[in-house]
């Protein structure tokens, strides 16, 4: 049976009148990258914060390596490494001295030190003062903090943020370094699918404080749904005489439609069809949805549930 | 163990900051007003006594003054270091306990204190005698009054906790810096109404110049020991089930 790293149960947490985080049930195994996606607001750091103990949910429970966090949670912590959103760091002590006081606070040996440096490529820099840092150094020393204790669980909440290319793309390969060579678990958030498909095997995707889906990258990927894209002149008229004739049509991007077909013989029927109405059609192409549309889909599909109520 | 562990942590965040330079220089802009006003005065009387007015001048510049506006401002830095780049997530999310944490910034507010203290009372030492040394006039005066200097700065300490207990907690709680100098400007400059007032025993920034007093001395040490531990509760307790932001 695979082991559990992350496990919660109905976590909910409000603030006031909001709902932030709503019945939570997340299920993270050892040595996944999971991808915890969600636009901003939909309650990625308020998870994070209730998975570290920063804040306490109003309901549920967090397990972790099948422990419950409440009971346990000094034992717990001495397993995990964290960045949460913005980098924590004294800017007046150099970066072997940040490293230093996050060391003396875990207990750990001195030697530690070195290794985190050696694995963020920080080594040469760590001599100097934080204040001089780049913000791509200062995540990186971040990093590096959030690996002094040699963690089984690594939770890192939009560890890009703020990053220009060039750093997202090291922070990208650094992940991909940690899960392969070091084997941690890590619990990673972004608002930024493109980011998270590069590097997780596993996706949970919140929004407005639900989980709306949960499961490998592979299952997200089945979710994609192969259609027709028709471009005709007169979009408008072509969607009703398609809606008519039974097709599911859908308004898609740069004046397209979208039906709900794959077939060659669909796509010769949708031709005659429009053609037989007199309108110009100038393509007609089968397409696959980007993960970036399942994505758009589930949490428009839950605004819109949301709405309704 | 942990609380040593973050005791230790906390001594290394101390490098390079305002808040360890002021430990120096409050001190030194005391004894400097000490030297001012005896170098100003060209004779002294037979019965002149150096001791007492040295250390009479320090202590109670110290107490009603210094000591307060000290207290202000290293709460206010030292928990500026974890407010300023929101470290508190970072440390809470360490297996640290929250009361420790808590207790270590008091903790180190009194060390700083202490050590501000300390050097106070050896700098107006050596004022006294330099100026043993410099006016003929003084030259019989005997040794400073060490029984009298340990007693008294003792009690400033003791009945400075309170005030000390009520800035961490403010301090911690909020991460405006006017908050916390807002406070501590306001306790201060109102001690200087509510010191000829009779309620003025009971008010907390008035506590450590109170012990000067034979009559409010009592009163003012049992305030500020039982009133300081009452504060630290109640923050602390305040600090452990906060969310952390």
Known sequence: MQKIAIETRGLTRRFGAQLAVNEVNLQVPEAAVYGFLGPNGAGKTTTIR????????????????GESFTDNRLKLLQRVGALVETPSLYPHLTGRENLEVTRRLLGAKRELIDRALGIVKLTADAHRRVREYSLGMRQRLSLALALLNNPDLLILDE?????????IHEMRDLIRRLASEF?????????????????????????????????????????RHEHLTVGVTQPDQAAKCLTAAGWQVQHGEDGLLNVAATTREAAASINSLLVGQRLDVFHIAQAQASLEDIFLNLTNNSAEQEAAR | ??????????????????????????????????????????????????????LKIALNSWAVFMMP????????????????????????????TRKSVYLVKLLTVHMLILISMTLLIVLAICVGLVFIKIRPALANTGMPPWGWILKHSAYVWLASWLIMAIHTWVSVRWASFAVTLGTGIAGTFFALFAASAKLGKFYPWLLPVNVFSDERLALALWIGIVGGVVATVLGCWDFVRRDVA
């Open chain 1, 159 to 167: 560890p890009a943020n703020g990053l220009d290319p060039a750093g």
């Open chain 1, 183 to 223: 084997g941690i678990t890590i619990f990673l958030s972004s608002h930024l699918l493109s980011e998270v498909e590069q590097v997780a095997n596993h996706i949970g995707i919140i929004h407005q404080g639900k989980l709306l889906f949960q499961g490998t990258l592979a299952e997200l990927q089945a979710e």
């Open chain 2, 69 to 96: 506006l000290l207290i202000t401002l290293e709460t206010a830095l030292l928990s500026g270091l974890e407010h300023g780049e929101k470290q508190w997530k970072h440390i809470l999310a360490l297996p640290v």
């Open chain 2, 1 to 54: 163990m942990i609380f040593f562990r973050v005791l230790h942590a906390e001594m290394l965040k101390l490098k390079r900051t305002l808040a360890f330079r002021m430990v120096f220089v409050a001190p030194v802009l005391v004894v400097t007003l000490i030297f001012f006003i005896l170098y100003e005065k060209k004779e002294f009387k037979p019965d002149f006594d150096l001791w007492d007015a040295v």
């Open chain 1, 50 to 65: 209730m998975l570290l103990g920063l804040i306490r949910p109003n309901a549920g429970e967090v397990k972790l390596f």
